[in-house]
């Protein structure tokens, strides 16, 4: 019988000090919060503050996203997490045909600043950070925040927050796409420039490998493409004249909790220890704080299981002790129910309870790096970063992660890696409890009550829509979008017509229509060999 | 003998196309021809690729919720093309009181996360859908 990891490290039986000998301590590790940040960004790390328990929510309209918004933060969360719904994603008004069926479906619905502004009634904007999930369309939800900020009287220096604003992985590997590659990385690069300037708390871009894992690549493949990415953005930014210490400290990172908790601790360490090097050795960064891989990592929803999903509480509490023993600044954890709807109330709640019990009862955040010199950890660690930077070499070689991606190569080795997944679940040698091992009971099969969508949303949405579009001045609006057109044409940053833009309730869908008429709209080739 | 052909397609918004990659891996070893029509496609495109490309399954996958909207379309495009002999599968978070709702109209058979692709594979070629 071999042992690997998950994605099939060979695991010898014992490791021993020929595996991490003593010497390599001051150069492989050093000191937490120190170069190369392979045991922490942060000196203290979770002695001085503790990660930011941030669950992932938002649905239906504005209202109800706001009443969940609440009571999360009355029971302790301590950051907010937008999810969108996939019109909002991708730059379609509620009363769009192609909308039709998805409004307020996986997220909220966002069509006009009227909307951001109820999200956030009664809750001030200076007091928590908050996180959208949102690519294509970034630049439009990012000024509605700003909206609402100035609106609440909070100044934009004051805002905390990210945007993901991570472009390159949405046409790797989650899809929600609008524009050609080109006008996109040019739209994520306006938010680094413009919050350069005046937003200096914001996290400009949060670069994102949960997505590239969850559609099927392995933790090497994944921390490779995600550092593949940030060296593309990185380049990028600095193609427009941007120096990289002003930017890359806003720049974060996020990676996923999946099912082999020591190769996904080793991950997390590799991977700040990698990057350090990279911006030092590749980029010439010299302030320290563009060498930090600093992290927001949730659940993978791929290891949860439909089968028995009671049991997806227990494989969360090890994505959430993951992510600990890892040295995450935020962490999201899964709902139990998310496999068939959703999340209901109380599986958000189990969800955050999950990360309180850890961060108060079992001690685990009590002192920096507990896993460190652990023989096989430490020499996991060194395998994770030799086997992601040989990947990184592969890419340069191919002329960069663009030409990697649009070869397909990179979406080849990903469909490669999940097929080799299935492959091992199939026959077995890959165990999930509940689905090819120790099953009972039938599929589909939910023991307590799931979130019920009210059907009413959609039609509820577009009446707001509709209010809206009749309390607001057309002709300010179709100034700003002529202002936004011209913007576009001379090539330059649109932060400020789009925050013009939105500040006249012209709609997310009026907005990007200007775009799309300037741009067009990308249609991937469906590959699959 | 002819090959089964085999129309896979994303309808709707959704952009998480891994299982249904998956299952196309799994349906072209098995020797059958799969046409994949990507993200974002219309129920029109659909029924439209179904007639030029002469298919014997349409397989689609709904994540997102929205199959109760959108899987309806995808059969009456298919009927008014009259492809009503033409078996179409649906794979996804579906909840289990929508299954018999789908199976009602005209969608072959669900199949639900955690289903193994031979199992798909195994109930295209057990209907002989080309054979």
Known sequence: ?529 | MKKTRVLLAKVGLDGHDRGLKLVAHYLMEAGMEVIYLGLRATPEQVAKAALDEDADVVGLSFLAGDHMVLAPRVLEGLKRKQLDDVMVLVGGIVLKRDIPLLEGMGVRKVFVPGTPPGEIVKFIQGKGAAT
């Open chain 1, 1 to 529: 019988m071999t042992f690997t990891t998950d994605s099939g490290i060979p695991v010898k039986a014992v490791y021993t000090p020929s595996d991490f000998p003593e010497r390599d301590y001051e150069a492989k590790l050093g000191a937490p919060g120190e170069y190369p940040y392979t045991r922490g960004v942060y000196p203290t790390m979770y002695r001085g503050q503790l990660w930011t328990m941030r669950q992932y929510a938002g649905f239906g309209t504005a209202e109800e996203t706001n009443r969940r918004f609440r009571y999360l933060l009355d029971e302790g969360s301590t950051g907010l997490s937008i999810a969108f719904d996939l019109p909002t994603q991708l730059g379609l008004d509620s009363d769009a045909a192609a909308a039709e069926g998805a409004v307020g479906r996986v997220g909220v619905a966002v069509d006009s600043l009227a909307d951001m502004e109820t999200i956030f009634e009664g809750i001030p904007l200076e007091r928590v950070s908050t996180s959208m999930t949102i690519n294509a369309t970034a630049p439009v939800l990012l000024a509605m925040y700003l909206a609402v900020g100035e609106r609440q009287g909070v100044p934009a220096a004051k805002l905390a927050g990210t945007t993901q604003n991570d472009i390159l992985k949405e046409f790797i590997a989650r899809g929600t796409y609008v524009f050609p590659p080109q006008p996109s990385l040019k739209l994520a690069l306006d938010i680094v420039e413009y919050c350069q300037k005046h937003v200096p708390r914001w996290n400009t871009m949060n670069i994102a490998g949960y997505h590239i894992r969850e559609a099927g690549a392995d933790a090497i493949q994944e921390l490779a493409f995600t550092l593949a990415n940030a060296i593309a953005y990185i380049e990028a930014a600095r193609g427009r004249g941007l120096a990289v210490d002003e930017f890359a400290p806003r720049l974060s990172y996020s990676l996923g909790c999946s099912r082999d908790l020591f190769e996904e601790v080793a991950k997390y360490r590799a991977a700040r220890r990698l990057f350090a090097r990279i911006m030092t050795e590749r980029f010439q960064a010299r302030d320290p704080k563009s060498l930090l891989f600093r992290t927001f990592s949730g659940s993978c929803g791929s290891t949860l299981v439909a089968q028995q999903p009671l049991n997806n509480i227990i494989r969360v509490t090890l994505h959430a002790l993951m992510g600990v023993l890892g040295g995450h600044q935020a962490i999201h954890t899964a709902c139990w129910d998310e496999g068939f709807a959703l999340p209901s109330q109380d599986a958000a709640t189990i969800a955050l309870r999950t990360q309180q019990i850890l961060a108060y009862e079992s001690g685990v955040a009590n002192t920096v790096d507990p896993l460190a010199g652990s023989y096989y950890v430490e020499s996991l660690t060194d395998e994770i970063e030799r086997r992601a930077e040989s990947y990184l070499c592969e890419i340069d070689a191919m002329g960069g992660m663009l030409r990697a991606i649009e070869s397909g190569y990179i979406a080849r080795e990903i469909q490669a890696a999940a097929v080799r997944h299935q492959k091992a679940v199939d026959s077995g040698e890959k165990v999930i409890v509940g689905l090819n091992k120790f099953q009972s009971g039938e599929a589909g099969e939910s023991p307590a009550e799931l979130f019920e969508m009210d059907p009413e949303v959609e039609a509820k949405q577009k009446n707001n829509l509709a209010a809206v579009k009749r309390r607001r001045s057309q002709s300010d609006v179709n100034q700003a979008l002529t202002q936004l057109e011209q913007t576009i044409s001379r090539n330059e940053n649109v932060m400020p017509a789009v925050l013009d833009a939105v500040k006249a309730y012209a709609t997310l869908g009026e907005i990007c229509g200007v775009m799309r008429s300037r741009w067009g709209e990308y249609r991937a080739p469906a590959q699959l060999r």
